[in-house]
């Protein structure tokens, strides 16, 4: 019996899904492309989950594309046809699932493996990984956000140094040019991505999820539209505010502080 593509490893309130297919390099073939967009989405029905790390099995994170099944496709479907159908179903389950998923990027992330990444709401990198946009190289053109999610993360420069010129960016650059959150240690990179996803779940259901939809909201507006619709869900929110809870969650952050 052959291996699922995909593993879900739940420690509620956590997720720890791993792509599974080490032998090419987790590359993204038909099958876990529509696996990984079901998959997150069968995570956002679950209330017990809240956050996901996202890593890759063996040495890789994802090398992108499974360029083999694009160019000979199967069960009579082109390539093509293949190709967008599990492009829709993960660009869905990434942007519906409302808790953080954080990319934990143990290997290379490659062209699409690499878009991936940037779909994630943050990146940690074990050292010794690196990236790569190699659409330009191959000959396609980014469809899953690269050439729009990386000027904006980077800086426009850095982000043509990388795409135009196809090669690799360390861990240790990805980190000092912004792109990563943390770089780890290959050993405790898993341990750290699900240290920091529990903090981010102790936070208070349904508010930390509101937070992380209106930065990505607000981050695409012009800033004065973004700062009016912060004041017009601030407004709307604040209906609903208990006042003694929040003082009581207050002292407790205070007193944890004195103690840290």
């Known amino acids: 019996m052959s291996e699922p593509v995909l593993l879900v490893e739940r420690e509620a309130p956590i997720a720890i899904v791993t792509l599974n ?13 529509i696996a990984l967009g079901d998959t997150l989405a069968a995570l956002e029905a679950d209330p017990e989950i809240r956050a996901v790390v996202l890593t890759g099995a063996g040495k890789s994170f994802c090398a992108g ?16 046809e293949l190709s967008v159908a599990g492009q829709d179903a993960m660009r869905a389950g990434f942007e519906n699932f409302s808790g953080p998923v954080i990319a934990a990027v143990n290997g290379a992330a490659a062209t699409a493996g690499f878009e991936m990444a940037l779909a994630c709401d943050m990146i940690f990198v074990a050292r010794g990984a690196k990236f790569l946009d190699t659409h330009a190289r191959v000959g396609i053109v980014p469809g899953w956000g690269l050439s729009q999610r990386l000027p904006r993360l980077i800086g426009i420069n850095r982000a043509k140094e990388i795409s135009l010129s ?14 990563a959150n943390r770089i780890c240690e290959p050993e405790s990179l898993l341990d750290e991505a699900k240290a920091l996803a529990s903090d981010i779940c102790s936070c208070v259901p349904g508010v930390m999820e509101q937070v992380k939809t209106m930065i990505d909201t607000g981050y ?12 017009e869900v601030g407004i709307e929110s604040s209906k609903q505010i208990d006042s003694a809870k929040i ?14």
């Open 166 to 179: 196809g090669n690799a960016l360390s861990a240790e650059r990805a980190y000092e040019w912004g792109l």
């Open 21 to 33: 297919r080490p032998e090419q390099r987790n590359a993204l073939n038909a099958e876990l492309r």
């Open 247 to 260: 003082g009581e969650r207050r002292a407790g952050i205070m007193e944890r502080g004195r103690k840290q």
């Open 65 to 80: 594309m499974d360029l083999k099944e694009i160019g000979g496709g199967t069960e009579g479907q082109t390539g093509y």
């Open 220 to 231: 695409s507006m012009h800033f004065d539209d973004a700062m009016a619709y912060e004041l």
